[in-house]
């Protein structure tokens, strides 16, 4: 049976820190891309970051370049998305998601634009206060 847990969000401040855990199972991260969503109140979701299978490469959106990191740890099935310099705009749901796409930097992006995927989390909240 295929799960994405999520955890690690909460309450922070302007410019705190948070880190994001997605942990996998029913699937190993060699076969599956993996992104991080979000959805804040009244808006569309969109796209954070992207993390292709093996080493198909890694998209960030524009606004969040140089603040978050996503990585992955295969050995505990695991992909983080590191949340530094929070804003209140960062404020919204957060969902992991996974897909079988072709390994490369275009599929990657792709993923994150589109937000299509097979598979997803149930969610976890970041509210930054200001």
């Known amino acids: 049976q295929v799960q994405l847990v999520e955890s690690g969000g909460g309450l922070v401040q302007l410019g705190g820190s948070l880190r994001l855990s997605c942990t996998i199972s029913g699937f190993t991260l060699d076969d599956y891309a993996v992104g991080w969503f979000r959805q804040a109140p009244g808006k569309e979701r969109e796209g954070v970051s992207c993390?292709?299978?093996?080493?198909?490469?890694?998209y960030l959106r524009d606004s969040v370049k140089g603040r978050f990191t996503i990585s992955k740890d295969t050995a505990k099935n695991t992909v983080y998305l590191q949340m530094n310099d929070l804003r209140p705009e960062d404020t919204a749901v957060y969902y992991c998601?996974?897909?079988?796409?072709?390994?490369?930097?275009?599929?990657?992006?792709?993923?994150?634009?589109?937000?299509?995927?097979?598979?997803w989390g149930q969610g976890t909240q970041v509210t930054v206060s200001s």
């Open positions: 993390i292709g299978k093996s080493d198909g490469g890694t």
């Open positions: 998601a996974a897909d079988q796409i072709p390994k490369s930097f275009a599929a990657v992006r792709a993923m994150c634009d589109v937000g299509g995927a097979d598979y």
